[in-house]
């Protein structure tokens, strides 16, 4: 067979599966001891995606769960970097014998090859330590998404022993808010001096925020920003209560007590000072602890499972099909759709059954 044309869409499964690679089982048993270049042509691997990812994933996967994972995100230009740059520093001096992973992944910048993350003034003082592993997400030409790459990356990081693990993502579109959402603790970082309007709310982030941080807290306007904060949560706890009595009406839960709710509490940064980095992470440490005694604590887990299962077996399915259908046959089906010989969803049903 001649090799596919630009690949597009589906063919790109078999770019992905005909590339002659070095062994990924001796990649893995490199990484799991250690070695940092290993580890990064690893996350490399894995962030393609693909049956070759799966083997290596599937040998980490015991070591994995371990990890404290934490997202941060936000509206541009908040200082999410710089926050997060600080409780990495922070977790390091505290606990010299933790490691931290940090991943960026901003898709509005091009791929920068490591000089990512906004404030590298403030990162250098990291970059020398060798506890320390910086990641930022390529955003193109990774099988499954971002949200499926960046997940497998931080179980990359985990099984490698990276205790903490940050994850930095511009609130601005769904996939940000859903990577951010695997994350045991999400923070949501707001600044004063955006405009009027509260970053968070515009963005639609507001709702998955279990800690609020309002960094740049030496510039004017912190006080109004924070009781914006206060009374959009008092409308979304609201409404919120009124949702769960319609959904849960046959499981009610202890968290149908608005009492036991648990309220984002608001902290006060100083990103750039490395001022109330403490506070925000005793309330992260605060969410954990809460989190620990509820049931939802188990649903999210269970959530968490089954999105995984699901993903996986989606890229299961599709790469066994293209294996057997062909990368020619595959690609004349995307003419014929493309020239409306056909529509897709008799071109689907047939390539399943062929
Ligand atoms: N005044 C003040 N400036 C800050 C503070 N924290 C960060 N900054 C500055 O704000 C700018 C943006 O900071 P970043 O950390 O890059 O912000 P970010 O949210 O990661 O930005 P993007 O990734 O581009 O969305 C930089 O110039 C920082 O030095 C702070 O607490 N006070
Ligand atoms: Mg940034």
């Given at each position: 067979?001649?090799?596919?044309?630009?690949?597009i869409t589906?063919?790109?499964?078999?770019?992905?599966?005909?590339?002659r690679?070095e062994?990924?089982?001796?990649?893995?048993?490199q990484?799991?001891?250690?070695?940092?270049?290993?580890?990064a042509?690893?996350?490399?691997?894995?962030?393609n995606g693909?049956?070759?990812?799966?083997?290596?994933?599937?040998?980490i996967y015991?070591?994995?769960?371990r990890?404290?994972?934490?997202g941060?995100?936000g509206?541009?230009?908040?200082?999410?970097?710089?926050?997060v740059?600080?409780?990495?520093?922070?977790?390091?001096?505290?606990?010299?014998?933790?490691?931290?992973?940090?991943?960026?992944v901003?898709?509005?910048?091009?791929f920068?090859?490591?000089?990512?993350?906004?404030?590298?003034?403030?990162?250098?003082?990291?970059?020398?330590?060798?506890?320390?592993y910086?990641?930022?997400?390529?955003?193109?030409g990774?099988l499954?998404g971002l949200?499926r790459?960046?997940?497998?990356?931080?179980?990359v990081l985990?099984?490698?022993?990276?205790?903490?693990?940050?994850?930095?993502?511009?609130?601005?579109g769904?996939s940000e808010?859903d990577?951010?959402?695997?994350?045991?603790?999400v923070i949501?970082?707001?600044a004063?001096g955006?405009?009027?309007?509260?970053q968070a709310?515009?963005?639609?982030?507001?709702?998955?925020?279990?800690?609020?941080?309002?960094?740049?807290?030496?510039?004017?306007g912190?006080q109004?920003?924070i009781n914006?904060?206060h009374?959009?949560?008092?409308?979304?706890?609201?409404?919120?209560?009124?949702l769960?009595?319609?959904v849960l009406m046959?499981?009610?839960?202890?968290s149908?007590?608005?009492?036991?709710?648990?309220?984002?509490?608001?902290?006060?940064?100083?990103?750039?000072?490395?001022k109330g980095?403490d506070?925000?992470?005793?309330a992260?440490?605060?969410h954990?602890?809460?989190?620990?005694t509820?049931?939802?604590?188990?649903?999210?887990a269970r959530?968490?499972?089954?999105?995984?299962?699901?993903t996986?077996l989606?890229?299961?399915l599709?790469?066994?099909l293209?294996?057997?259908?062909?990368a020619?046959?595959?690609?004349?089906?995307i003419?014929?759709?493309?020239?409306?010989?056909?529509?897709?969803?008799?071109?689907a049903?047939?390539l399943?059954?062929a």
């Open positions: 067979l001649a090799p596919a044309p630009t690949p589906l063919s790109s499964l078999f770019v992905a599966n005909s590339r690679l062994p990924v089982a001796a990649l893995v048993e990484a799991l001891s250690g070695d940092r270049r290993s580890l042509r690893l996350i490399s691997r894995v962030e693909g049956p070759d990812s799966w083997s290596a994933l599937s040998t015991p070591r994995t769960g990890a404290r994972v934490i941060v995100t509206a541009p230009g908040t200082g999410k970097s710089t926050l740059g600080e409780i990495a520093k922070l977790a390091r001096k505290n606990q010299p014998d933790q490691k931290v992973g940090i991943v960026a901003d898709p509005t910048s091009p920068s090859g490591g000089a990512v993350l906004g404030d590298r003034i403030r990162m250098r003082d990291l970059s020398g330590d060798d506890q320390v910086i990641r930022s997400m390529a955003t193109r990774s499954g949200a790459a960046t997940t497998d990356v931080v179980k985990d099984a490698c022993g990276y205790d903490l693990i940050l994850i930095e993502t511009v609130g601005a769904q808010i990577i951010a959402r695997t994350a045991d603790t949501v970082v707001e004063p955006l405009g009027d309007e509260v709310i515009k963005a639609g982030i507001l709702e998955i925020a279990d800690v609020l941080c309002v960094n740049k807290a030496d510039r004017d912190v109004s920003t914006a904060l009374a959009m949560l008092d409308l979304g706890t609201a409404s919120k209560g009124a769960h009595h319609g046959a499981a009610p839960d202890v149908d007590q608005p009492a036991d709710r648990w309220r984002p509490p608001i902290i006060k940064t100083i990103a750039v000072e490395g980095i506070d925000l992470m005793n992260v440490e605060q954990r602890a809460y989190w620990v509820q049931p939802d604590g188990q649903q999210r959530l968490r499972a089954a999105i995984e299962l699901e996986v989606r890229e299961t599709l790469s066994r293209a294996a057997r259908v062909g020619a046959q595959l690609n004349r089906t003419d014929r759709i493309a020239a409306r010989e056909i529509d897709p969803y008799t071109a049903n047939q399943a059954q």
